[in-house]
């Protein structure tokens, strides 16, 4: 196993709190994404949960179905989820699965 999440709460009125997974999310990984969905909801029941992809340049069919399994333990327990920072192939891998709503585009800079 080589993926390493980090969690931490977010400065905002909300409770919010980012799951941060770095490296590939493998089949042999994915569990760990779900287990930390449910942590993050029995220690803090988060409004939101923000999951950084940033790190991630690649994720697996398992990886994607621990994604929908903690987005629906989190709506279980009256929290929001979005997914930001997505490399592209990762997006459009989300986006294929339907979890097209999750993904939160960037935003433009003005010139």
Known sequence: M???????????????????PQGRIDPEDASLLRDRFIMVLAATEPDLIVVDLGAVPAISEAGIDALESGCREAAANDASVVVVDCAPQVGEQLRRHGLDGLVEEPVAADN
């Open 2 to 20: 080589s993926l390493l999440i980090n969690t931490h709460r977010i400065s905002d009125p909300a409770m919010t709190i980012a799951i941060e």
